[in-house]
Every structure is written in structure tokens, then in C-alpha cells.
């Protein structure tokens, strides 16, 4: 598989935008920080590590994200795929169980914690389909 992403920087980019909304959004951010999941993604493909964590004390944000492995807290989960993967599912278009079983998403730690995070996030794929329709047509899929 090939990135669709233009650059590490535009994934970057995406994603940021991806996250703010989910942790912004009043249904969703306080969902997320209510269900504490840190997780860590890994983007093999582009060389990245996204770590994910909810909001602690003195934080206004739902959530909080860095790009590297350089962070004071444990991820409950871990998760490898793709760029290609995360653009996919975050569309709708990849479901998270049967990419975990086919293999495309190969994860660690307690993953039913993750899938359980599913239907909380299921709004974002709509508003990343309208981000992706009016500033990134090419990574439509």
C-alpha cells in the first residue's frame, strides 16, 4: 500500500484537524476524555507515532495528542496500520474489527477498550468526508 497523503506533513496536518474536532465536539470530546483509553497509533508507512490521552487536571481540551513517543503516560492500547488505513476508516470506509482480523491493523493491549471507543467516534467520519471533499479531494476513497 502507498500513502494517499501528499506529504508526512499534510498527514499530519489531517489528522490534527481530525483530533480537534473529536475532542472539541460536545458529544464526543467529553465521551473520549470520559473513557480515559490512551492509545497509541503507529503510521508505519509514514515513519509516525501519534500518542492520545485524555484531558487531566488544568486542561481545557477533551483531549490531548502528541506527535512522538516522548510523553508521560502509558497507552492502554496500541495500534499499527497504515496511512493509507487510518484515512479509510476515518471515512467509514474500514471497519476497525475485520482490519484488526485481516491484519491491516495489527494491535496490543486491551483492544476491547478501543473497539468499545467505535461508536462514540462514528460521527467524525461524516465531517472528515466534508474536510476531505473541500480541502483534500485527493484522499477520497
Do not use: C
Amino acid at each position: 500500500m502507498s500513502t494517499p497523503f501528499r506529504s508526512t506533513s499534510e498527514f499530519r496536518e489531517v489528522l490534527d484537524r481530525i483530533f480537534t474536532i473529536m475532542s472539541e465536539d460536545p458529544e464526543m470530546g467529553p465521551a473520549l476524555r470520559d473513557a480515559d483509553v490512551p492509545q497509541r497509533f503507529e503510521f508505519d508507512d509514514l515513519d509516525l507515532v501519534l500518542n492520545v490521552r485524555a484531558r487531566r487536571g488544568g486542561e481545557t481540551a477533551n483531549l490531548h495528542w502528541r506527535w512522538t513517543d516522548d510523553v508521560d503516560w502509558e497507552p492502554k492500547v496500541m495500534m499499527s496500520m497504515s496511512s493509507e488505513i487510518a484515512n479509510r476508516y476515518f471515512q467509514g470506509r474500514e471497519s476497525i474489527p475485520l482490519a484488526i482480523a485481516r491484519r491491516r491493523i495489527r494491535t496490543r493491549g486491551d483492544i476491547r477498550a478501543a473497539l468499545a471507543l467505535i461508536p462514540i467516534t462514528r460521527p467524525v467520519y461524516e465531517r472528515y468526508r466534508s474536510i476531505v471533499a473541500a480541502d483534500y479531494p485527493h484522499l477520497k476513497v
